[in-house]
C-alpha cells in the first residue's frame, strides 16, 4: 500500500532553516507528481510547492519562493523540502501528497515550530 512518510520538523527559531524529508513506498514513485502541503493552527491546508515527476517541473506558492526548496531523489524514494529563513509564520504540520489513479495520499505530517 501506498505509504508517506514525514521527518525532519522541529522547533527553529526566527531566521533558521530546516530540511524535511518525506520516504515513499508501495507505488511506483518516479512516475508521480509530489507536493508539501501545510497547514497551520486554525487555518485551512494549502500547498507550499510542488514537483514533476522527473523533478523538472516545480512551482512554489508566493509565501515561500525564495525561501523554499523542494526537490526529489527518485533513486531513494524520497522527496525533500529545504526551508531556509523560516518566519513564524512558516510555524504549521508539514505534509507529504501525492495522487495516485484519482486516489490522495497523504503522510502524518511533522511538525514545524519557528519561535525564539
Known amino acids: 500500500q501506498v505509504q508517506l512518510v514525514e521527518s525532519g520538523g522541529g522547533l527553529v527559531q526566527p531566521g533558521g532553516s530546516l530540511k524535511l524529508s518525506c520516504a515513499a513506498s508501495g507505488f511506483t514513485f518516479s512516475s508521480s507528481t509530489m507536493t508539501w502541503y501545510r497547514q497551520a493552527p486554525g487555518k485551512e491546508r494549502e500547498s507550499v510547492a510542488t514537483i514533476s515527476a522527473g523533478g523538472g517541473g516545480i512551482t512554489y506558492a508566493n509565501s515561500v519562493k525564495g525561501r523554499f526548496t523542494i526537490s526529489r531523489d527518485n533513486a531513494k524514494n524520497m522527496m525533500y523540502l529545504q526551508m531556509n529563513s523560516l518566519k513564524p509564520e512558516d510555524t504549521a504540520v508539514y505534509y507529504c501528497?501525492?495522487?495516485?489513479?484519482?486516489?490522495?495520499?497523504w503522510g502524518k505530517g511533522t511538525l514545524v515550530t519557528v519561535s525564539s
Open positions: 501528497y501525492t495522487r495516485r489513479y484519482g486516489v490522495p495520499y
